[in-house]
């Protein structure tokens, strides 16, 4: 039988809103995974929320950068050890200029971005620099490169959250003032709301049918007819994808409509087609 400490009781809590007792019985019953332990509560819709965000405490910033003709779009994680440097004039100088290497190199991965050169140096130099100059460990997390007919980006409290959004378009300029309004409102949307996919037909078939098991074990412990838990599991799978798919979700800015919906009229006004296919979400600290 697994170690049940205080520590690991109280890290549940503070992962789910649950109260102490129920956390603590949940991880006996999980045999100390915390992970196992998050299902239990929900099962039995004591858990606050449903989305078991990253731990990580690493402090920098994230940084994002689109081509001109917004068609290519780059994010990087840049991490350091505190707060008074991520939020450092000179830190910020360092990744926007490390973030237009990134662009201009297409840098795929960390180890290319690394290689790549901006001003007669190549970036490995650079963070070596930054090194010296700040006194802090830096280092680069994550790269995130994509390429679309249409690219937006949204960059949140201080590079805390960051966003890229790629966009398939038709009859309409990517680098309009009218496409790029549109465009990084759905950036913003999905800083927000963290979706899990852009629709229903692209979320993990593994995602799909976890949330199924936790929501037929919902239903049953309710007593009712068997018919009835059915009907119950699907209702709430029908929430699930309302809430977790950007296109189905409401939209932050007005509530009474959906992203999907919002996107069909602002293709309207801009006398064009527009289908989002696709997004990346970066958060600070969460880089795998």
Do not use: W
């Not at 901006?118 to 994550?142: F, K, S, Y």
């Not at 937006?152 to 680098?175: M, Q, R, W």
């Not at 074990?217 to 309302?242: C, D, F, H, V």
């Amino acid at each position: 039988m697994a170690n049940i400490t205080a520590a690991l009781v109280k890290e549940l809590r503070e992962m789910t809103g649950a109260g102490m007792m129920e956390c603590k019985k949940a991880l006996v019953e999980a045999d100390g995974d915390l992970d196992k332990a998050v299902d239990v509560l929900r099962t039995r819709g004591l858990a606050a929320v449903a989305k078991k965000a990253g731990r990580a405490t690493n402090e920098g910033r994230i940084t994002a950068q689109v081509s001109h003709d917004h068609t290519k779009g780059v994010m990087v994680e840049i991490n350091c050890e505190t707060d008074f440097v991520a939020i450092n004039e000179k830190f910020k100088a360092y990744a926007e200029k490390i973030a237009t290497a990134a662009l201009e190199a297409a840098a795929e991965d960390v180890e290319s971005l690394k290689a790549a050169t901006i001003d007669g140096e190549t970036v490995e130099e650079v963070i070596t620099d930054a090194i010296h100059v700040l006194g802090e460990n830096i280092q680069i997390a994550r790269v995130a490169l994509v390429t679309a007919p249409g690219v937006a980006s949204y960059i949140h409290g201080e590079g805390k959250i960051g966003v890229l959004v790629t966009f398939d378009i038709e009859g309409i300029n990517p680098a309009s003032d009218g496409f790029k309004r549109y465009s990084r409102d759905i950036a913003m949307q999905i800083a927000a709301t963290n979706p899990v996919s852009v629709d229903r037909d692209s979320v993990d078939p593994a995602i799909v049918a976890h949330e199924k098991e936790i929501y037929k074990a919902q239903a049953a412990e309710s007593g009712k007819p068997e018919n009835i838990q059915e009907k119950m599991a699907t209702g709430r799978l029908e929430k699930y994808y309302k809430e977790n798919c950007l296109c189905e979700q409401a939209f932050v800015k007005d509530p009474d409509t959906t992203v999907s919906a919002f996107t069909a009229q602002s293709a309207k006004e801009l006398n064009g087609s527009i289908t989002i296919t696709g997004f990346e979400r970066f958060v600070l600290g969460q880089a795998e």
